[in-house]
Structures are given as structure tokens and as C-alpha cells.
């Protein structure tokens, strides 16, 4: 394929920083993952940061931290990547799932409300491609309600609602390092917070559930193996050094798509940007009104052009079918974005040309008579 749909964007110093650390000989719990957190840390502005093998892993503790388990349960959106959900399955708590806005794909809070019950312990928001959820209202409800709130900002690093960075707005909230995200350590990722108590257990359930500061091999509770190796953290220190630039070369390509796609809203709704919101652009979706989704997808593809669906609605996979009874219908909006959401290639290295030609090749494919 000429043209992938996502790539990660490395340099010569995520060269030089990873083969410091292969020379160093010290390739995991060493000073380079120390050093990432506390300047993660320091570019979200969170007291503490505690870096983990996978977003995944991140959402696990975080729950965790969050004392959630067994009977609990835990509001989130249907419209997100199965981890958020899973990781709410990993602790023993059933995922409430509540339908999003269709204009901005994040949970709607107008339905949260009425999926309270007794046993609602939090909600996991999630950030949707790159864009905050409608975090006063959120936050509102959470409060007068007592719940807390976690934050998967997996798809949204450096992203602003009103002026204030995503992963400040719970208890704790959790960023990714896959890949395709803002920045990338391969695999990996980092969980946030002001609590000091939910940063040491993060610590702890990440290493094996080690005592810190305790005698080697002193296990104090069942944890896990959810660190992040030395080369991994050498490599997210570069990636963090050029992280504006990372997110404003994405920003940038969106802007081209926005620019070429604009004027034929009625065949492909280019993303919308909340006002006061600053987002960063994780993937960039359009969502297709008029043709068979799979035929575009196949003729993009003769055309070089790698296309996705993103992403399929949570509560229609089969196992959370079969777990708790969801059938389509059940959360209409997710499900129509679902149905109708196409990633297009977004990768730093894309020139506004290839943008251009992208643009044009689908929309001579949106229009064409059959
Ligand atoms: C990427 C992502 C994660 C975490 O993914 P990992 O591959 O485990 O790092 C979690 N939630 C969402 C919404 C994501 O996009």
C-alpha cells in the first residue's frame, strides 16, 4: 500500500537514546523510566506519573487504585477501543454503557444520569480520537453524585477542554504509547494523578505487588508484571521532547482533510472540534453517508489507499453480547458511527499533495454512480 493508514514518526535521537540504553546494560527498572515519568508528569501537569507496559495495563490499575471491583459498577461509552470496557471486566465490575453525541463520538452526559444505580462506583471517560469529552458536565454529575472519575486519555495526549489538560480532571487517568498514538515507546503507557496513595499502589501492583522500598522480593499484594522496560522509556523520553511538534505536524494534515472534504459534508462529515477544545488528532475519521462502507474501503485499496472502520461499537462483540444481552439498537448513536466511521491515512511524512489526491480519489469513489 502506498499509502498506510497510520505510522510512527522516529529520529535520530529516539536512535541514539535507545542505543544508550542497549550500551547501558541496565534495561529495565533503571533511571530512563524515572526520568519519562517525571517529565510526563510534569508536560500534563500531574504530581505523579507511573509508567506502565501498555495503556491497557494502565486502565487495569487504575481501576483498580480506584478500589473497584466485584458487584461494582463502572459508566462508559460503547464508541471507544475494547480496552477501555475490557479493563472494567479485568477487576470484576460490569461496564454501564451510556450512547455518545453523534456530532463529537464522546459519551453524551445528558444519558449518564439515568445509568446510575447503587452500585456505580465511576465513570471511565474516554477521549475520543484525540478530542476531550464534555468534561463540566461530567464532572458536575460525578460530584453530585459521588463518583469518581477516570480518564482514558489513551487517544488523547495533549489534548484541552477549556484551557485545562485531559488526565486532570479524576482521580487518575491513563495515556498510550502504542504505535499509532501522539507518541509512541512501542508498547506502553503511563498512568496520571494527584493522589499519592494511587500512585504507590500503581507502583506496587506494577511490580508484582512489591513493597516499595521494601526488602527485594517482599510481596504485599497480588500484582502483576506491568512495567515498562528501559529501551521502551528511552524512547518515549525522545518522542516527549518533540511532542508539539508531533501533535501540531498532525494537527496540520487534519487541517488538510478538513480543507479538501469540507465542501461535500453530505457524502463524508469531516470531524467536528468542540468550541474551547484543543484537539489532537489521534486518527482522523470521516464518516461516510451514502455508499456502502466496505466497497469504499476495497476501491481506496486498488488505489493504494489503506482505509478503517473505526471503531466498532463495544457492546455488539460477541462475548459482551453474550455476557450481558446487548443487541443492535441498543445504543443508536454509537452504532451509527460505528456503521458509518472511516479512518483515512494519517501519519506525520503525509504532504499536503498526497492529502489532496487522497481526498479527491475518495470522493470521485463517493460519487460514482453504483
Ligand atoms: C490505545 C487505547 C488504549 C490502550 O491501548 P494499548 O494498546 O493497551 O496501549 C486504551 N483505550 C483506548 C481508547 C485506546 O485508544
Redesign the pocket.
Known amino acids: 500500500m502506498k499509502y498506510p493508514i497510520a505510522k510512527p514518526y522516529i529520529g535520530k535521537k529516539e536512535e541514539k537514546y535507545v542505543l544508550e540504553v542497549l550500551r547501558s546494560g541496565v534495561l529495565s527498572m533503571g533511571l530512563k523510566t524515572e526520568k519519562f515519568e517525571k517529565k510526563f508528569a510534569e508536560f500534563i501537569g500531574a504530581k505523579y506519573a507511573c509508567a506502565v507496559s501498555?495503556?491497557?495495563?494502565g486502565?487495569h490499575l487504575a481501576l483498580i487504585s480506584a478500589g473497584i471491583g466485584k458487584g461494582d459498577e463502572v459508566i462508559t461509552t460503547p464508541f471507544?477501543?475494547v480496552?477501555?470496557a475490557n479493563a472494567i471486566l479485568y477487576v470484576g465490575a460490569k461496564p454501564v454503557f451510556v450512547d455518545i453525541d453523534p456530532e463529537t463520538y464522546n459519551i453524551d452526559p445528558e444519558k449518564i444520569e439515568k445509568k446510575i444505580t447503587k452500585k456505580t462506583k465511576a465513570i471511565l471517560v474516554?477521549h475520543?480520537f484525540g478530542q476531550s469529552a464534555d468534561m463540566n458536565s461530567i464532572v458536575k454529575i460525578a460530584k453530585k453524585r459521588n463518583l469518581k472519575i477516570i480518564e482514558?486519555a489513551?487517544?488523547s495526549l495533549g489534548a484541552k477542554y477549556r484551557g485545562k489538560n485531559v488526565g486532570m480532571f479524576g482521580e487518575s487517568a491513563?495515556f498510550?504509547?502504542?504505535p499509532n498514538?501522539q507518541m509512541t515507546t512501542g508498547?506502553?503507557?503511563m498512568v496520571v494523578t494527584n493522589d499519592k496513595k494511587v500512585y504507590e499502589l500503581c507502583r506496587s501492583l506494577r511490580n508484582q505487588g512489591r513493597l516499595e522500598n521494601a526488602q527485594w522480593l517482599d510481596h504485599v499484594r497480588l500484582g502483576y508484571n506491568y512495567r515498562l522496560d528501559e529501551m521502551s522509556a528511552a524512547l518515549g523520553i525522545a518522542q516527549l521532547e518533540k511532542i508539539k511538534f508531533l501533535i501540531s505536524e498532525k494537527q496540520k494534515i487534519a487541517g488538510w482533510y478538513d480543507k479538501y472534504l469540507s465542501a461535500y459534508r453530505n457524502l463524508a462529515q469531516v470531524p467536528i472540534v468542540v468550541p474551547g477544545n484543543v484537539h489532537t488528532r489521534?486518527i482522523y475519521v470521516v464518516l461516510i453517508r451514502n455508499k456502502n462502507r466496505n466497497q469504499v474501503i476495497k476501491r481506496l485499496s486498488r488505489c493504494g489507499i489503506t482505509a478503517k472502520p473505526y471503531f466498532p461499537s463495544i457492546h455488539l462483540f460477541k462475548f459482551y453480547r453474550a455476557s450481558f444481552g446487548y443487541r443492535p439498537g441498543d445504543f443508536p448513536a454509537s452504532e451509527l458511527v460505528s456503521n458509518k466511521a472511516l479512518a483515512l491515512p494519517f501519519y506525520i511524512g503525509l504532504k499536503e499533495q498526497d492529502v489532496r489526491h487522497i481526498c479527491k480519489i475518495l470522493i470521485k469513489i463517493l460519487t460514482a454512480n453504483s
Open positions: 501498555s495503556g491497557t495495563a486502565l471507544s477501543f480496552a477501555s474516554v475520543i482514558d489513551c487517544e491513563v498510550a504509547f502504542y498514538k508498547e506502553g503507557g489521534f
